[in-house]
Structures are given as C-alpha cells and as structure tokens.
C-alpha cells in the first residue's frame, strides 16, 4: 500500500530532482515528447477529468500552477508513480547527474552492473519489475519508499485458530441481552428457527456471537457444528474477529475456529460414525454455495453435521436461505436455523412472505415490547446512545444547486462544507469506481495535509484493511468507495455519510449506507459523536 507519508517522499524526491521554476517544462515534456508511455497517457486523461474542479482549464486546455506538478504527478499516479519508463528515466538521469559517485557505484554494484550505461539500461529501458532487486535498490538510493516497488501482497491468513480465555471483554447492553436470551432458548429447541432485528451500529454480530458462546459453555448445543455464513470478505473477517475475540473473553476451554473462505479448508473429524466439523466455522457463501453444489465432502459435512446455522445479512440472501431451509427438512434435520438482519423489510412484497415462511416465529428484537419497526427500534436505540441520531442534509443546503448533481465537483463542495462545519470522518459512496478515484485525488490535491482514501473491487486485500484502518483510527479523514463498504464495515468515529448515488432513499441499500455512520457513543463517549450528518447527493 502506498501511503499519504510514502507519496509525500516521493514528491519530495521529484522536487529534489526538477530544477526550480522548470516544474511546468518538465511536465510539457513528460506529457508531449518522447515514445508513447500508457501510464502517463493515463495520467493526461485524469489531468483533463480533474482540471475543471481544480481551477486549472484555460483557453489550450489546462494549465497546472508549478507549485502542484510533482503533487499531481504523485497522488494522480499513486502506485503506478514507477510503472511510467519516462518517470524512471528521468529518475536515473537525475540520479546519474547530481548525486555522489559514492551512490552510483553502490547502487551499480547492488544491481549486477559495471557502469552508467548498464544502470540505465537495467532501471529506465526494461520493463517494470516489481519486488525485483534492482527496483529495491534504486528506491533505497533514491530515498523512494519501496511501496512503490512491490507487489500487492498476500494477506492469506491461517485456516484455523485455537482460542485462549485471555482477553477482557465489556458486557452486553440490557437490549443486547433481551436479543441474546431469546436467541440461546431458540438454539436449544429441535428444528429451532429465529430472525433477529437489530439496526447496523447496534451489535448483530457480537449479540449472536455471545449467544453461540455462552450456549456452548454452558453444554446447551455441542461444541461442534457451529456455522456462520457470510456472503462478503469483510462479513465474514467481522463476524470471525467477533467470534475469536468473545471466545477468548468467555470460553471455559478451547475454541476452534475456521475460515471458511479465500480457499481454505476444514478438517472433519469422526464421531460415532460421522463427520464432523469440530468448533466454529465461518464460511464464505460463495464457496460454500460452490464446493455444495460440486458435491464437495467437506462442503456437505458442514452443513449436515450443523447443530447451528447463522446466516448474515439474511434480507440479502434470501434464496440461499431458502435453499439451505430445504435442504435442511429433506434430511430432517434438527439444526437451528438463525437469520440476521438490520433490514428485514423488503421493497417487493412476496420477499417479506419468503422470509415469513422461513422464520414463522415473531422476529427476536432489542425492545422490550418486540416492535419489527425499524423506526421504533433506531429511536430506542437513538435515546439510550446505542446509536447517533441521524441528521440529513441536502446538497441545497450547502448552496449547492440541483441541476449539478451529477458531478464530482458537487460531491467535492458537499466534502468541503462538511469539512468546514467540522467533520473530521468522513464516509463517502460514490455511483461509480472512477468517480470514488478522481474526487480521492481531487481531494488529496486541495487539501494535501489532510488523508484521503478511495476503495474499490480491485484495492488489493491489504491494502484495503490498511486503509480501513487508518480510516477508523481517525489518521484518514475521507474515505470513498464504491459497493465495497455498505456492508461488514465498522467505524465509529463517522460523524458523516455522503451518498454520491441515484440511490431510492427508501432502499434496503440506503438504509445499509447511511447505517455505516450511525455507531453511537455509548461504549467510546471520548471518540465517537452523538450525531452523523447524512447528505444524500442524488440527480
């Protein structure tokens, strides 16, 4: 991952390297001279996205002030910064031509040539070779952080972990437990089937956690066939983290632990005959929907050795819970079925039958008097600080007019008022991943002091739980995305959502987006913010 501070030394470095007051001939004949470079190409087609936003248009198309270029060059490219051969060839020319004899003949030496022509040849002419030697060697010489150089890497992570009962953990709320009782009684039953109503900010998933924890301490289910089905990366780290953590805190002995996605596996173990799955595990829908319907042994001992499912995000998974309802009965099994849900209304009626006909028990709430109105439930939650009160705002408000809407100058001022008025966290989701991308830089461009993020499909899994978090530690201070982070992601210290979508502010998917900011201040008063202002940019 390249950081804020890693891009800051490489813009220290071009500004060490280009003559003062020559900034803009250096970029006229990075942009306009020389064999054609695809990552400069790319970086033209971002300059002319962004030149309106930052000032920079004139009458020949745009003109950047000198005291920004290496800024633009850097934040515009971020990773790529090396992947340009005109960029490398510069560097080395430079390199070559002011620093000391001492540098070069170290740097030669480290990358398996005997003089300047053989350097140049190896660093600016080849193809760019990440994580190689020569490319290590010639960020050390030239002070270039190597995150520049280096191929995303892994965050592959081990298949299985044994818990300890080492970590303190704070106790449930009253609300909590009234869901958590509920839900250990549910598990004991044969054929048991519950659906669980709580908001986002409101701990599903630790209350479920607990429930599973304390119901296998106390020998009311087995030890053993425990599964968490997640359909998303960050569901199911959240819900493992979660599960790791409350075992470490509450379990009297030994918890086993498997991730069930990314490609791993479990091993099956055999009692009296059958196979089963020892602990808890946590699988990836989609894998667990694949290997099953590849008649994997392992896939179809998970679920017909569980003496518990728990499905997340059940409103969205609708038909795989059906399926597994289905499968269920036809094998006449006792197992619990549980069904998690911050929104468990559906915009098309016969979804709400479907879910009804799954779970025909009343749904399990936070409030007393069992209300399934999201409405009663958050203003319960608003007053006791569960949750922060929502406050929503219109691009108007901001003098921001309606016919610009869509446009990502709109969504910078909407940024910058928030800004202005305080904010210090700020989540934004954009309508699309290029859009997320050129506000990202066009932000980081204006306020170059100030952290700013953008992630999308493709930010490597690393680099997406760094930025992440840097994000909820508070070091970055806007953070866009794309579809990436509706779901599964928790912040605290969001004090504002922006929604840069055409999204029906009536949608289960708005209601998921705006609930990324409503964590309330009861359990962190010192960092988290009794409010999040909500602004809703749509067209």
């Not at 250096?26 to 971002?46: A, T």
């Not at 060059?73 to 060839?89: A, Y």
């Not at 006791?384 to 610009?404: M, Q």
Request: hydrophobic share 35%; proline share 5%.
């Amino acid at each position: 991952m390249v950081t804020k501070s890693d891009r800051d030394l490489a813009i220290s470095v071009l500004d060490r390297y280009i003559e003062n007051g020559k900034e803009e001939e250096w970029l006229n004949e990075l942009f306009y001279s020389g064999e054609e470079d695809l990552i400069v190409n790319s970086l033209k087609e971002i300059v002319t996205n962004i030149s309106s936003t930052m000032n920079w248009d004139n009458s020949i198309g745009f003109k950047i002030p000198k005291e920004d270029i290496t800024n633009m060059v850097v934040e515009c490219l971020g990773t790529d910064f090396l992947h340009s051969n005109k960029i490398r060839r510069f560097l080395c020319e430079k390199f070559l031509e002011i620093e000391p004899e001492e540098k070069i003949t170290n740097l030669m030496r480290n990358v398996g040539c005997d003089n300047e022509r053989g350097l140049f040849e190896i660093i600016a002419n080849s193809k760019f070779s990440p994580s190689s030697k020569s490319m290590f060697n010639f960020c050390k010489e030239l002070e270039i952080p190597h995150s520049f150089a280096v191929k995303n890497p892994s965050n592959k992570k081990p298949a299985f972990k044994l818990t300890r009962t080492t970590l303190p953990l704070h106790d449930l709320t009253d609300f909590q437990k009234v869901v958590k009782d509920q839900l250990v009684d549910k598990m004991e039953q044969d054929y048991g089937r519950a659906m669980v109503v709580m908001p986002t900010g409101s701990g599903k998933t630790r209350t479920a956690t607990q429930s599973i924890i304390e119901a296998m301490s106390k020998d009311l289910i087995p030890r053993n066939g425990i599964v968490w089905i997640a359909d998303k990366d960050e569901l199911c780290d959240q819900a493992y983290e979660t599960i790791d953590h409350v075992s470490e805190a509450l379990c009297p002995f030994e918890n086993i632990l498997w991730r069930y996605w990314e490609g791993n596996n479990v091993e099956l173990s055999e009692v009296e005959g059958d196979d089963i799955v020892p602990g808890i595990v946590v699988c990836g829908k989609a894998q667990l929907k694949l290997r099953m319907g590849n008649s994997d042994p392992v896939a179809e001992a998970i679920i017909l050795g569980a003496n518990v499912i728990v499905v997340d995000e059940a409103h969205r998974n609708l038909d795989w819970l059906e399926s597994i309802d289905i499968y269920l009965k036809s094998k006449k099994l006792t197992t619990t079925l549980i069904g998690l849900s911050a929104t468990p209304f559906r915009r098309i009626g016969r979804e709400s039958v479907r879910l009804q006909e799954i779970f025909p028990d009343v749904p399990i709430t936070p409030i007393e008097c069992g209300s399934t109105d999201p409405v009663v439930i958050t203003e319960e939650m608003v007053k006791r600080k569960i949750l922060a009160k929502r406050i929503d705002k219109k691009p108007e408000e901001y003098g921001i007019s309606a016919d610009n809407h869509y446009q990502t100058d709109t969504t910078i001022r909407i940024i910058e008022a928030l800004i202005e008025e305080g904010h210090e966290s700020i989540l934004v989701f954009t309508q699309e991943v290029k859009w997320g991308k050129l506000c990202s830089m066009i932000m980081s461009l204006k306020f170059p002091n100030f952290q700013t993020e953008c992630l999308f499909g493709g930010t490597p899994s690393k680099s997406r739980k760094d930025i992440i978090q840097a994000f909820r530690s508070g070091q970055c201070k806007v953070l866009f995305n794309c579809e990436i982070l509706t779901t599964g992601f928790d912040a605290p210290r969001i004090d504002a959502v922006v929604i840069a979508r055409n999204t029906n502010p009536h949608d289960p998917l708005f209601y998921q987006m705006v609930g990324r900011g409503l964590r309330g201040p009861r359990w962190d008063p010192e960092n988290v913010k009794d409010f999040c202002t909500i602004v809703h940019q749509r067209w």
